[in-house]
């Protein structure tokens, strides 16, 4: 079992940049795959990008690529989301997942292990 903890959320102009991190407990970080997703008000919560288990091989939802890093330390048990070029529809609570099969899922239910989430507020 893995703990996640989400942190660096905030308020943010549109155009800037937020690098969010996730801690995980545990000795067994690095046989977890890994995803960021968001849920924006009255929105069903949907992917951002996944990392796998190693690092080499990154997703991203269509709209946050070439914006948005999915870098993983298995050193330091931490996943982050850089964020760049953020955008008023980047605006949404952001949540860490760990997925124990496949990776690069892109579906809320692929993943076993939730973080309680980070508020992202882009201004304009």
């Known amino acids: 079992q893995v703990q996640l903890v989400e942190s660096g959320g905030g308020l943010v102009q549109a155009g800037g940049s937020l690098r969010l991190s996730c801690a995980a407990s545990?000795?067994?970080?690095?046989?977890?795959?890994l995803g960021w997703f968001r849920q924006a008000p009255g929105k069903e919560r949907e992917f951002v990008a996944a990392?796998?288990?190693?690092?080499?091989?990154?997703y991203f939802a269509d709209s946050v690529k070439g914006r948005f890093t999915i870098p993983r330390d298995n050193a330091k048990n931490t996943v982050y989301l850089q964020m760049n070029s953020l955008k008023l529809e980047d605006t949404a609570v952001y949540y860490c997942?760990?997925?124990?099969w496949g990776e690069g899922q892109r579906l809320v239910g692929a993943y076993q292990y939730w973080g309680q989430g980070t508020q992202v507020t882009v201004s304009s």
């Open positions: 997942a760990a997925a124990l």
């Open positions: 545990g000795r067994t970080f690095s046989s977890y795959a």
């Open positions: 990392v796998s288990r190693s690092g080499s091989s990154t």
